[in-house]
């Protein structure tokens, strides 16, 4: 009898190896399951003109980017003319009740004087902007930015005539009397300006800008746009 006890015993104790293993599992199981919900995202954003920015919370960045068109005022004599431009900003730091970003600005601009017609592309590869928003409860935001730009002028001549050519310009006297049809200017600047951005929603606003570029050692280019600057 005290044989078959202990064959029985022997038989029966995997069994319950099985079942106290499994029963310690299931215990830890229900230890580590949390309690109570995860906690909210950092902060308390509220809706209207005023939002969440430099990734305090999933949401907006504070990028921007847009499309301007407005009046320009030529360098090289031209006058008065167009302007459409391009841009896009990126946060870089936030501080109080302003925000600093770096922003990439490209524009063109023309015009036209008698037989003279202008072609300026401006691009700015680099430029800070410096924004107020401590008027976000009317939704209103000025800023200041500044920059450095390359310029490609392009200055097109259609109704020059060239010059008539007698016995008197034979070479050598005669060279360089010839009239070319265009010409082209590469320079090195940099701008400063302002503005005022007025947010219509959460994700659209629209911007007043004036931009002062200084283009080569002695041309200026005055420029105001309307822009359309689109948030995320």
């Known amino acids: 009898m005290a044989w078959g006890r202990m064959i029985k015993a022997h038989r029966t104790s995997p069994v319950a190896g099985l079942l106290a293993a499994a029963l310690l599992i299931a215990g830890t199981a229900v230890a580590q399951e949390p309690s109570t919900p995860p906690p909210p995202a950092g902060g308390s954003g509220q809706a209207g003109s005023r939002y969440h920015e430099l990734l305090p919370d999933i949401g907006l960045i504070g990028a921007q980017v847009g499309a301007a ?12 003319g167009w302007e459409l431009g391009a841009f896009i900003d990126l946060p870089l730091a936030r501080h109080g009740s302003s925000r600093l970003s770096y922003e990439i600005w490209m524009s063109l601009s023309g ?56 016995i008197r310009d034979a070479p050598p006297s005669g060279f360089g009397r010839t009239t070319s049809a265009s010409d082209t200017t590469l320079g090195l600047g940099a701008h400063a300006g302002g503005g005022v951005e007025l947010r219509v929603s959460r994700g659209f606003s629209l911007n007043l800008d004036y931009r002062y570029t200084r283009a080569e050692a002695d041309q200026s280019l005055h420029s105001a746009t309307a822009v359309f600057g689109f948030h995320w």
């Open 111 to 166: 015009g036209s004087a008698s037989s003279e017609r202008l072609r300026l592309l401006d691009v700015s590869p680099f430029a800070l902007k410096y924004t107020f928003t401590r008027f976000d409860g009317v939704r209103l935001r000025p800023y200041l930015t500044a920059g450095v730009d390359v310029t490609l002028a392009v200055m097109d001549f259609p109704g020059r005539p060239f010059p008539d050519f007698d």
């Open 69 to 80: 068109a407005g009046w320009s005022h030529n360098p090289y004599g031209i006058g008065s």
